[in-house]
């Protein structure tokens, strides 16, 4: 570590008062730069994060702007005016139109402002994300060397790890990693039971290339709040942290067991179990032993290491790492195993230890080591299946369900996040209802949408009263696996309150 004058812009120097940060800890007047962060690869995802951020930001201020023109006598045009400069597209004529007798329907708007807003992140995607996209290294062929054909990750359905991939693991978007969230992280076994079998389809037609002998990798990841744990902590499990990870790992050891009991012994997919410090994007990995078991008490903490190894040399800190992950491999106690985890799990742990190095210093240069909003933050719900094309923080809540019957616990915590969010001030809850199809099967893209509509249609029965009073917006979309359609909006022949 070294003394500085003064910090560059954007780089947080550590106060001479008390320390507010968690993970830089060190004297007055020197600064966190750790010798294995990335710091050009985080240069560029501040660049995407500041791009997509901006895109929602200016919705607030602009709607203030036009709502206080909505008496003038050239208000529609000068509203659009605004909206085209100011959010980079029109507004709908008709909630325009008649606001100077019904006054303007600000909550319809919002709403809308924010789908399009989503909108503009997913048609810009491949370019906004193009610079970070080509520097990261942790990709299919990684995997691979790893014994990994696929690594299926389900983390909680919170929109705080929304990033989780691009930031917090420095995964590189590839085929080979799958993303389903939960609330909870309470991944559905049966259906991943069928994701590995087609994945093993896959491998054993040759549809994998180098996966002959390699094996399915399943993460789950559940969250913590380190500086509330009471409050901000899992929204599905109540902010209790011990039931998060006790629950996330009793889901891991159920889909081990239904596969074995299904095709065999030894045909398991490996585990791994990951938290997630929402404050600070710090991860606590649980090694597993040498039989792929998994304990809630032997893990190591990246935040920790952060600290430990800050000022040293790349050689050093690496050994380090290399040393935390031994010492949890021969720990007794409540965190005993029967030895050390597979070469390969090990290479993965060691690498994915190191690159969350670098979120924890990205979070430290842009936002003072702590996020200065540690609970959701969220701008829409997203029911039906996930769009992956825009991962940041806080970007939506995810609600993963094919019907409102089956995700109603990730339906009902979303509404209760937004309720906080949205109408306890005034604002409708906007909920994207989205779901993928297919081009190369004749019909499937009606087929998603007629899914839409009845989700859409459950959603509204589910809490009538918020559709009853206008608090609920509803906007459907599709995408194609195969093709070039991302999140295309859908109308509906009734309004898209949901009603």
């Avoid at 023109?69 to 509203?79: C, G, K, P, T």
């Amino acid at each position: 570590m070294r003394a500085v004058g003064q910090a560059p812009a954007g780089m947080y120097v550590a106060p001479a008062g008390p320390i507010a940060n968690p993970s830089c800890v060190i004297g007055p007047g020197q600064r966190c730069e750790h010798a294995l962060v990335d710091q050009e690869l985080n240069r560029r995802l501040y660049v995407y994060e500041q791009q997509v951020r901006g895109r929602f930001n200016a919705i607030t201020d602009t709607l203030k702007v036009i709502s206080s023109l909505q008496h003038e006598r050239d208000f529609v045009d000068r509203a659009q005016n605004l909206a085209r400069e100011c959010l980079g597209y029109e507004l709908p004529q008709v909630l325009l139109e008649d606001a100077w007798v019904t006054g303007l329907d600000l909550r319809a708007l919002q709403a809308h402002c924010v789908f399009r807003s989503f909108k503009e992140c997913v048609d810009h995607a491949r370019t906004d994300q193009a610079s970070w996209r080509e520097r990261m290294h942790l990709g299919a062929d990684f995997f691979l060397s790893c014994g990994f054909h696929t690594v299926d990750v389900s983390p909680c359905a919170d929109g705080r790890l929304q990033g989780l991939l691009p930031f917090v693991f420095r995964f590189a978007p590839n085929d080979a990693v799958y993303v389903k969230a939960y609330a909870g992280a309470m991944f559905d076994v049966e259906s991943d039971v069928s994701d590995w079998s087609h994945r093993e389809l896959d491998r054993l037609s040759g549809g994998i290339p180098g996966g002959e002998d390699a094996n399915y990798l399943k993460v789950a990841v559940y969250h913590f709040s380190s500086s509330n744990s009471c409050q901000q902590g899992c929204a599905f499990h109540a902010s209790n942290d011990k039931q998060a990870v006790d629950q996330a790992l009793a889901r891991l050891n159920e889909l081990r067991d239904a596969v074995e009991n299904t095709f065999g012994r030894g045909a398991a997919p490996a585990i791994l179990l990951i938290g997630m410090d929402t404050d600070t994007d710090s991860l606590r990995v649980h090694i597993p032993d040498t039989n792929g078991d998994v304990n809630a008490h032997r893990f190591v903490d990246s935040a920790v290491l952060y600290r430990e190894t800050l000022g040293q040399s790349p050689e050093s800190a690496r050994a380090r790492i290399d040393s935390s992950v031994g010492e949890a491999e021969v720990a007794e106690g409540w965190g005993h195993g029967q030895g050390g985890c597979a070469p390969g799990m090990r290479r993965l742990i060691l690498a994915l230890l190191e690159a969350n190095l670098s979120q924890i210093e990205f979070v430290i240069q842009h936002h003072a080591g702590r996020y200065s909003v540690i609970g959701h933050d969220e701008a829409l719900i997203c029911a039906g299946e996930a769009t992956n094309c825009v991962q940041l923080r806080n970007m939506y809540y995810y609600a993963h369900l094919d019907t409102v019957e089956e995700g109603a616990a990730d339906m009902d915590v979303g509404i209760k996040i937004f309720t906080g969010l949205n109408i306890r001030h005034g604002l409708a809850v906007p909920v994207l209802v989205h779901f993928h199809y297919s081009s190369r099967v004749p019909g499937s893209r009606a087929r998603a949408i007629q899914r839409c509509r009845r989700v859409k249609a459950a959603i509204a029965a589910r809490y009538p009263q918020l559709a009853a009073n206008d608090q609920l917006y509803c906007q459907m979309a599709v995408s194609d696996l195969h093709g070039s359609e991302r999140v295309g909006f859908v109308e509906d022949e009734v309004d898209d309150h949901g009603h």
